[in-house]
């Protein structure tokens, strides 16, 4: 696999709007090389009878079956409220009458 240059890495840090000053582009161009040497050397350890997969363990849904059940009517949710008005939390005012 070719080396990735300096100019490539230049090039990749524009597209992506990353300000690199020129030693951090000396400094990455060898690191991003090896990275992809060992991205590639994966990609070559299974084999065509090994089927992709996106966990090493199989994985099972583990939420509960979804149930209707009956919802709170209005006076068993209101019932704990301090104070309620026409099936409504009432609460303190904050903001004036201005609009």
């Known amino acids: 696999m070719p080396e990735i240059t300096r100019d490539e890495v230049e090039h990749l840090a ?3 709007r990353i300000d690199l000053s020129d030693a951090e582009l000396d400094h990455l161009a060898p690191q991003l090389s090896v990275i992809l040497e060992s991205v590639a050397s994966i990609s070559g350890v299974a ?8 966990h090493a363990l199989p994985l099972t ?12 009517g209005a006076e068993a949710a209101l ?3 301090p104070e309620s ?3 409504r939390f009432m609460v303190p005012r904050i903001l004036g009458d201005e609009q």
């Not at 084999?47 to 996106?54: E, Q």
């Not at 849904?61 to 149930?67: P, Y």
Request: net charge negative.
């Open 61 to 72: 849904n583990v939420f509960r079956e979804d149930v209707v059940v009956p919802g709170l």
């Open 79 to 81: 019932a704990g409220a």
């Open 47 to 54: 084999g065509d009878d090994v089927p992709p997969t996106s």
């Open 14 to 16: 524009n597209l992506a």
């Open 85 to 87: 008005e026409q099936q």
